[in-house]
């Protein structure tokens, strides 16, 4: 009996332990939840709760590992942390600085990703890699991009800083910095130049198609007023 109770006690000062180096090494990450997830309460929360910050902290260790050409246990750790928070991290991706995973559920970025600063990804996006081929084969998203819930961002393209992808798009070529891509394939429109703010409404996106047809009926209303 006082051997459980030993286990239980020094697992739980292992436990204090993480949890206090997490919240050292990781403070900017914890904030950047609170700062964009308004469900966010205190800084214990996300700390202890948050399955985004676990992956990310596992990502963190594994990609050492993986620099170190210690392939096998860097993969375990990685496939060990999907198992337990539902985002797959490749340990070969390279991650900035206050990387934000909401929800994450279904998140999975491959071996050759490359993803910026203060990137909010949402639940369900894949930054992926097309065909066999070796090398760089998964996408680079810049500074402040937000890729929105169920998005797919797909091959060795480019997403430019300050873009928002839409949830649901499926985006397959370059995006320009400044712009928000929607649609499947992914269609590209402009903000008018402006950086996309964090909490733009996912449902509020411009649709360059219904751009046109607008601009088209405005065209049309003119040639009418002209008769």
């Known amino acids: 009996m006082s051997f459980l109770i030993n286990?239980?006690?020094?697992?739980f000062v292992l436990f204090l332990i993480k949890m206090m180096l997490i919240a050292v090494y990781?403070?900017?990450?914890?904030?950047?939840?609170?700062?964009?997830?308004?469900?966010?309460?205190?800084?214990?929360?996300?700390?202890?709760?948050?399955?985004?910050?676990?992956?990310l902290v596992s990502f963190r260790v594994a990609h050492f590992l993986y620099k170190?050409?210690?392939?096998?246990?860097?993969?375990?750790?990685?496939?060990?942390?999907?198992?337990?928070?539902?985002?797959?991290?490749?340990?070969?991706?390279k991650i900035g600085k206050r990387l934000f995973i909401d929800?994450?559920?279904?998140?999975?970025?491959?071996?050759?990703?490359?993803?910026?600063?203060?990137?909010?990804?949402?639940?369900g996006v894949t930054l992926g890699?097309?065909?066999?081929?070796?090398?760089?084969?998964?996408?680079?998203?810049?500074?402040n991009v937000v890729v929105g819930a169920g998005a797919k961002v797909l091959g060795d393209i480019t997403i430019g800083d300050n873009s928002y992808i839409g949830a649901?798009?499926?985006?397959?070529?370059?995006?320009?910095?400044?712009s928000t891509v929607v649609g499947v394939p992914g269609r590209i429109t402009r903000q008018d130049g402006k950086k996309i703010?964090?909490?733009?409404?996912?449902?509020?996106?411009?649709?360059?198609?219904?751009?046109?047809?607008?601009e088209l009926q405005k065209r049309l209303d003119e040639l009418e007023k002209r008769k």
Do not use: C, W
Request: aromatic share 8%; net charge negative.
């Open 7 to 11: 286990l239980i006690f020094i697992l």
């Open 26 to 55: 990781f403070h900017d990450e914890i904030n950047e939840a609170r700062k964009k997830d308004p469900a966010a309460k205190s800084f214990l929360e996300v700390l202890i709760l948050y399955q985004g910050l676990h992956a």
């Open 68 to 93: 170190m050409r210690l392939f096998f246990p860097a993969r375990l750790i990685s496939q060990t942390a999907r198992f337990f928070t539902g985002i797959e991290i490749h340990p070969g991706a």
């Open 103 to 123: 929800h994450g559920f279904g998140v999975v970025i491959g071996e050759t990703a490359i993803v910026g600063d203060n990137v909010l990804l949402y639940q």
């Open 129 to 143: 890699g097309t065909g066999l081929i070796k090398g760089k084969r998964h996408p680079t998203v810049g500074n």
């Open 168 to 178: 649901n798009a499926v985006v397959i070529h370059d995006v320009p910095p400044n």
């Open 197 to 214: 703010e964090v909490s733009l409404d996912h449902i509020h996106t411009l649709d360059p198609i219904m751009q046109n047809i607008e």
